[in-house]
């Protein structure tokens, strides 16, 4: 009998109202639950160490001093935080061998996760509309591209995403939970709460679906438009080499972009199906800890500048040693 059928039977349709929830986590054979800590604790210290070294080099490094990067360091940010609201805990019911999560933490986190991932979105668009900016529009970048617009674009998208994650955070607090608990994945997130709720989740699911066409559809929509612009212009530049560096200025965007939206269309948008499988944890993974990881990597592989800078950051602390 598996933990989740046990789970079932404990908490019939007629029970109380749950107080927690178990996370099976990502891997059920206990022999395994080490290697996946290890990989897990390296994963973070990565990505968090990767993030900060790229923040540091945009803080100390003059000519980073410039919109894209001042977007790229609220990014870097986003980043930390995402990776902290869930990997962290998942490390420590490893280390403890407790599954249970207090409903109540279950739905902070969720909201963190929403509010971190919801920034995101938007400032990626941020910075579609500054690369369109720079290429389409370079005689009045510096006004149009001022520190006031760079800071009112990123209260604008906390304010946003703040709106979000409290939205569904509410929705999903006004659900019943009567049993069973068991959530097969390794952190709190809508698709697998929906899954356990007794009442109706209908409206829950058209308002996820709504809100995400705002949150997700337009900020995308916005970026393949600025981006469209964009490819007209670079193709108008006579020569190679420029054509060339506009595109490189792109293409980590564009990547960062694509592997973002992908994991998150593909993990919101399959809600009518019966059951969740083990490929959500794999989506889970990719949201929470790749994307997050990548970021740095990508954005400092094909960049000189932030190479530069890194160096400089790294021999600065090696002298202070």
């Known amino acids: 009998v598996s933990l989740q059928e046990l789970m079932q039977s404990k908490f019939g349709a007629n029970s109380t109202a749950i107080t927690e929830f178990i996370l099976l986590g990502l891997v059920d054979t206990p022999g395994l639950q080490p290697v996946v800590f290890v990989v897990f604790l390296f994963a973070y210290l990565v990505t968090v160490g990767g993030n900060l070294s790229i923040l540091a080099a945009i803080l100390v490094e003059p000519k980073l001093h410039t919109p894209m990067y001042f977007f790229l360091g609220n990014l870097s940010v986003l980043d930390v935080g995402c990776i ?28 963190f996760f929403h509010l971190l991932v919801g920034v995101d979105c938007f400032l990626l668009t941020a910075m579609a509309y500054d690369r369109f900016l720079a290429i389409c529009r370079p005689l009045t970048y510096s006004t149009q591209m001022s520190q006031t617009v760079q800071r009112i674009l990123v209260v604008v998208s906390w304010a946003l995403a ?30 697998q709460l929906f899954q356990l709720s007794c009442s109706s989740t209908q409206l829950n699911e058209l308002l996820l679906f709504a809100v995400g066409f705002i949150m997700a559809g337009t900020p995308l929509a916005l970026i393949i438009t600025s981006y469209a612009h964009v490819a007209a212009a670079v193709l108008r530049i006579r020569s190679a080499e420029g054509r060339k560096k506009a595109f490189s200025t ?9 592997i973002f939206y992908g994991s998150g269309i593909f993990n919101y948008m399959r809600l009518g199906t019966a059951k969740h499988s083990d490929k959500d944890k794999g989506v889970g993974v990719f949201n929470t800890v790749i994307n997050p990881m990548l970021n740095p990597i990508i954005y400092s592989l094909r960049n000189l500048d932030v190479q530069g800078a890194l160096w400089r950051v790294l021999r600065g602390r090696q002298s202070l040693a």
Do not use: E, W
């Open 162 to 191: 703040f709106t979000n994650a409290l939205t569904h955070t509410v929705a999903i607090a006004t659900l019943n939970f009567c049993g069973p608990n068991v959530i097969n994945h390794f952190y709190c997130d809508l698709p």
């Open 84 to 111: 902290t609201v869930t990997v962290p805990s998942m490390l420590a019911r490893l280390l403890s061998h407790k599954r249970t999560v207090p409903y109540r933490a279950c739905l902070t986190q969720l909201f």
């Open 250 to 258: 792109c293409g980590s965007h564009l990547t960062v972009v694509a």
